[in-house]
Protein backbone atom coordinates (compact mmCIF):
# COMPACT_ATOMS: atom_id res chain seq x y z
CA UNK A 1 0.00 0.00 0.00
CA UNK A 2 0.76 3.54 -0.61
CA UNK A 3 1.86 6.07 2.29
CA UNK A 4 1.75 9.45 1.63
CA UNK A 5 3.04 12.54 3.82
CA UNK A 6 1.70 16.25 2.83
CA UNK A 7 4.13 19.10 3.58
CA UNK A 8 4.36 22.75 2.83
CA UNK A 9 1.46 24.19 4.82
CA UNK A 10 1.56 27.07 7.23
CA UNK A 11 0.09 30.90 8.40
CA UNK A 12 0.39 33.21 5.65
CA UNK A 13 -1.41 36.88 4.47
CA UNK A 14 -3.75 37.05 1.59
CA UNK A 15 -2.03 37.26 -1.81
CA UNK A 16 0.63 35.49 -0.58
CA UNK A 17 1.88 31.76 -2.05
CA UNK A 18 2.37 28.35 -0.81
CA UNK A 19 3.59 25.18 -2.60
CA UNK A 20 1.96 22.02 -1.13
CA UNK A 21 3.80 18.98 -1.18
CA UNK A 22 3.10 15.11 -1.08
CA UNK A 23 5.67 12.44 -1.32
CA UNK A 24 4.40 9.04 -1.63
CA UNK A 25 6.31 6.52 -0.16
CA UNK A 26 6.77 2.44 -2.84
CA UNK A 27 8.12 2.20 -6.06
CA UNK A 28 4.54 2.45 -8.04
CA UNK A 29 4.08 6.39 -8.01
CA UNK A 30 3.22 6.83 -11.52
CA UNK A 31 0.39 4.05 -11.47
CA UNK A 32 -1.59 6.47 -9.42
CA UNK A 33 -3.97 9.17 -9.98
CA UNK A 34 -3.34 11.98 -7.59
CA UNK A 35 -4.95 14.34 -5.65
CA UNK A 36 -5.59 17.09 -3.45
CA UNK A 37 -8.73 17.67 -1.20
CA UNK A 38 -9.50 20.29 1.35
CA UNK A 39 -11.99 20.72 4.71
CA UNK A 40 -12.46 23.78 6.49
CA UNK A 41 -13.88 23.68 9.80
CA UNK A 42 -17.56 23.00 9.63
CA UNK A 43 -17.45 21.84 6.14
CA UNK A 44 -17.29 18.80 3.90
CA UNK A 45 -14.07 17.28 2.37
CA UNK A 46 -13.78 19.09 -0.83
CA UNK A 47 -12.26 18.49 -4.23
CA UNK A 48 -9.36 20.84 -5.36
CA UNK A 49 -6.85 19.11 -8.15
CA UNK A 50 -5.80 16.08 -9.69
CA UNK A 51 -3.69 14.61 -12.10
CA UNK A 52 -3.12 11.87 -14.24
CA UNK A 53 -0.41 9.23 -13.96
CA UNK A 54 1.41 10.88 -16.65
CA UNK A 55 0.89 14.49 -15.56
CA UNK A 56 -0.58 15.64 -19.10
CA UNK A 57 -4.25 16.02 -17.62
CA UNK A 58 -5.64 18.31 -14.60
CA UNK A 59 -8.49 18.86 -13.50
CA UNK A 60 -9.85 21.90 -10.62
CA UNK A 61 -12.06 23.42 -9.33
CA UNK A 62 -13.79 26.21 -9.96
CA UNK A 63 -13.17 27.65 -7.13
CA UNK A 64 -9.25 27.60 -7.26
CA UNK A 65 -9.05 27.59 -11.35
CA UNK A 66 -6.31 30.56 -12.04
CA UNK A 67 -4.43 30.49 -8.84
CA UNK A 68 -3.46 26.48 -7.83
CA UNK A 69 -1.40 24.58 -10.35
CA UNK A 70 -1.42 20.84 -9.61
CA UNK A 71 2.14 19.52 -10.76
CA UNK A 72 3.97 16.03 -10.36
CA UNK A 73 7.14 14.35 -10.45
CA UNK A 74 6.92 11.00 -11.08
CA UNK A 75 10.87 10.55 -10.52
CA UNK A 76 10.55 12.40 -6.86
CA UNK A 77 7.30 10.28 -5.49
CA UNK A 78 5.77 13.49 -5.48
CA UNK A 79 2.77 15.63 -6.19
CA UNK A 80 2.57 19.55 -5.73
CA UNK A 81 -0.24 21.99 -5.41
CA UNK A 82 1.03 25.23 -6.23
CA UNK A 83 -1.05 27.97 -4.42
CA UNK A 84 -1.00 31.52 -5.49
CA UNK A 85 -3.60 34.51 -4.57
CA UNK A 86 -4.11 32.90 -1.48
CA UNK A 87 -7.30 34.21 0.21
CA UNK A 88 -8.86 33.27 3.71
CA UNK A 89 -11.50 31.06 2.46
CA UNK A 90 -8.74 29.08 1.35
CA UNK A 91 -7.83 28.33 4.91
CA UNK A 92 -8.51 23.89 5.34
CA UNK A 93 -6.56 21.26 6.08
CA UNK A 94 -5.41 20.09 2.90
CA UNK A 95 -5.24 16.27 1.95
CA UNK A 96 -3.55 14.59 -1.00
CA UNK A 97 -4.64 10.90 -1.81
CA UNK A 98 -4.02 8.20 -4.75
CA UNK A 99 -5.84 6.36 -6.39
CA UNK A 100 -4.65 3.47 -9.24
CA UNK A 101 -8.73 2.43 -9.65
CA UNK A 102 -10.11 4.35 -12.18
CA UNK A 103 -9.24 3.46 -16.09
CA UNK A 104 -9.76 6.96 -17.18
CA UNK A 105 -8.91 10.21 -16.08
CA UNK A 106 -12.59 11.10 -15.74
CA UNK A 107 -15.20 13.20 -13.64
CA UNK A 108 -15.14 10.44 -11.04
CA UNK A 109 -11.47 11.72 -9.94
CA UNK A 110 -13.27 14.78 -8.45
CA UNK A 111 -15.06 12.09 -6.09
CA UNK A 112 -13.45 11.38 -2.12
CA UNK A 113 -14.90 7.70 -2.94
CA UNK A 114 -12.65 6.89 -5.65
CA UNK A 115 -9.45 7.30 -3.35
CA UNK A 116 -7.81 4.64 -2.16
CA UNK A 117 -5.17 6.47 -0.15
CA UNK A 118 -5.13 9.57 1.82
CA UNK A 119 -2.34 11.61 4.02
CA UNK A 120 -2.71 13.07 7.32
CA UNK A 121 -3.27 16.69 6.14
CA UNK A 122 -1.23 19.54 6.38
CA UNK A 123 -2.52 22.80 7.53
CA UNK A 124 -2.93 25.91 5.59
CA UNK A 125 -4.57 29.32 7.39
CA UNK A 126 -4.65 32.65 5.33
CA UNK A 127 -5.00 35.42 7.66
CA UNK A 128 -6.49 39.00 6.57
Known amino acids: QVQLVESGGGLVQAGDSLRLSCTASGRTFSSYIMGWFRQAPGKEREFVAA????????RYADSVKGRFTISRDNAKNTVYLQMNSLDPEDTALYYCAATNSPGFFAAIVTTTVVYDYWGQGTQVTVSS
Open 51 to 58: ISRGGPST
